[in-house]
């Protein structure tokens, strides 16, 4: 995806992660590019990643905001720490393959060399994404358990249920680097209990992982009471 879809993504993401996008809320290709001031083709190919990821719903020609609880978010990132956890001490028990530990170490490097500058631009979160990813899809592979990887792809379709799903708040520069950089380093103490043959450190500090996602992440939900969507607190 080029960076002005990438651009879009993000910027709606965080739309609907704030309410202000709200959940039921309809969504149209041509009115959302406006607002935005891009063509029509990156809002049609974000509402296609976020219909994956579970923030929108297709409706006819359209899509609509998903309404969302609490509870489910949690629960779909719980499972994700899980079976990422599971995917690491397998790969451990199982034995490496050649190629894994190189393919990580990589990984850190690049991270390395994004934060050593001590701030992050949109490019690099850019680049972090795609760097969080190839981490998280080697680890899985590495744990040679396809049911761990088809377990992943059914929850992942959840807000903030799947490593794809960044939210960014541009306006907190400073906060977004901390957030960003204490993951990277969680990723280093994984590599470090792989190498080392630690497979019970390793699930954990997986589980781990995937949990920070809650006290950072903007989670929204479906106010009970008038059905309208609201933020969750940061925790």
Do not use: W
């Not at 406006?34 to 219909?51: T, Y």
């Not at 949690?74 to 899980?82: D, K, L, S």
């Not at 589980?207 to 929204?220: D, K, P």
Request: hydrophobic share 40%; aromatic share 6%.
């Amino acid at each position: 995806m080029a960076s002005t879809g990438k651009q879009v993504l993000v910027t709606l993401r965080k739309q609907i992660a704030d309410g202000i996008l709200k959940g039921g809320q309809r969504l149209a290709e041509i009115p959302t590019a406006e607002s935005l001031g891009v063509s029509r083709m990156p809002v049609r190919i974000a509402f296609k990643e976020l219909e994956q990821e579970g923030f929108l719903i297709k409706t006819g020609r359209g899509y609509t905001v998903r309404e969302t609880s609490h509870e489910e978010i949690t629960g779909a990132i719980e499972v994700r720490g899980v079976l990422e956890g599971l995917a690491a001490r397998q790969a451990v028990e199982r034995g490496l393959d050649p190629n894994v530990l190189p393919t990580l170490s990589q990984c850190l490097k690049d991270g390395d060399a994004l934060f050593a500058k001590g701030y992050l631009t949109d490019e690099d979160f850019e680049t972090y994404h795609d760097v969080n990813c190839l981490f998280h899809e080697t680890l899985i592979k590495a744990s040679h358990n396809p049911a761990i990887e088809a377990a992943l792809a059914r929850n992942q379709h959840l807000p903030f249920a799947s490593v794809t799903a960044l939210a960014v708040d541009p306006g907190k520069p400073e906060r977004e680097f901390r957030r960003f950089y204490y993951a990277h380093l969680q990723h280093h103490a994984v590599v470090d209990a792989l190498a080392r043959g630690q497979g019970a450190r390793a699930e954990g500090l997986m589980r781990e992982h995937a949990n920070a996602t809650l006290g950072y992440a903007n989670e929204y939900a479906a106010d009970d009471s008038d059905g309208e969507q609201s933020k969750l607190i940061r925790r």
